[in-house]
């Protein structure tokens, strides 16, 4: 009965799970010359093999990928995009059992409406976690002579995408198996002033990122040996301008993606992305606490014992607070609105206005007499 195997990248280079990295690039340059089409005119099983050698590489040559491949095999893309890294701990290993799936089909029935039809139901399942280490084999019945092949092979196709020409469908979850391998992701550090965090900031970067070789096309051979222009790695650093245009109100840690500007694909697949990661000055002046602000506002002594007006700055300039008589050092004034932007959602934070009383270290003579009279008057008092 026909079954179906996923995808072994180790499998394809002719590698145990634990191979070195250098053992990984010494068996794909051995296929590759192998296999590769100059050296294979008119072969298209060749062709195929050098195809699927390039996909493998692109994945266990990566460290990143290689780590989410070996713990989700050939779904590591849809778990990274659900956020997964890899380093998720692993539970108990799960057996699968095709009776599983008779809730699959009653829901899949129920949707339907009318005779059975040739349309899919397209559904969205999340990622799971506890899937570890599984291996699948389905088996289908053979197709009757209107064509259909029974609901196991439906529930197939509609897993696995339709084959021998019975349509394009994707899988429940919204990708089509066995596609290119995406391009490299790219990270830029980028430092900004608190200012431009709170304005928002644009920033021009020359970024060198990998492209394929134009000489071999990625891989790695030129004329049946090493490219000399790559020097066999398949790929060369080259150099792109780009602009980013930087939100109000990130912070430290932000992360801004610029879609389709990272590396370029081994495998004719989407360029990667790249990542611009922020970190945000400290300010002299003020001191960031989410969305709000903190800063300190200093008053002499006696604006705070009769009350009156003082100026605070704020990153939009300075507003003028009023201070109430008997007002004592370490009061917080908040000045709402006057805080950082806030990155998901409208509004800004707070300012919140420490107050400090500046003493003179170095009173005029008579601001020192004046002194002295309140200090005798306090005694006076004190004495009553």
Known sequence: MPSVQFKDYYKTLGLERSAAEGEIRTAYRKLARQYHPDLNPNDTSAEDRFKEINEAYEVLSDAGKRKMYDRYGDEWQRYRDAGYTGDEPRQSRTTVDPNDFG????????SRQGPATNGRTRTSTPPRADRTEESFSWEWNQPTETGSSGR???FFETLFGNIAGRGTEPNPFGEVRGGPARGEDVEISVEISLAEAYRGAARRFEVKRPELCTTCHGTGIARGATCPTCDGDGRILKAKAIEVKIPAGVTTGSRI????????????????????KVTVRPDP??????????????????????????QVKTLDGSVVLTIPAGSSAGKT???????????????????LARLAINVPTKPSDRERRLYEQLRDLDSAESGK
């Open 333 to 351: 004034f908040r000045l709402r609105g006057k805080g950082m932007p806030k990155l998901r959602g409208e509004g800004r934070g707070d300012l």
């Open 257 to 276: 993606r610029i879609a389709g500007q990272g590396g370029v694909s081994a495998s004719n697949g989407e360029p990667g992305d790249a990542f611009l």
């Open 285 to 310: 002046q003020f001191e960031r606490d989410g969305d709000n602000l903190r800063t300190e506002m200093s008053i002499p002594p006696y604006v705070a014992v009769l009350g009156g007006e003082a």
């Open 152 to 154: 196991f092979s439906d």
């Open 103 to 110: 809730e699959w089909f009653a829901r899949r029935n129920a």
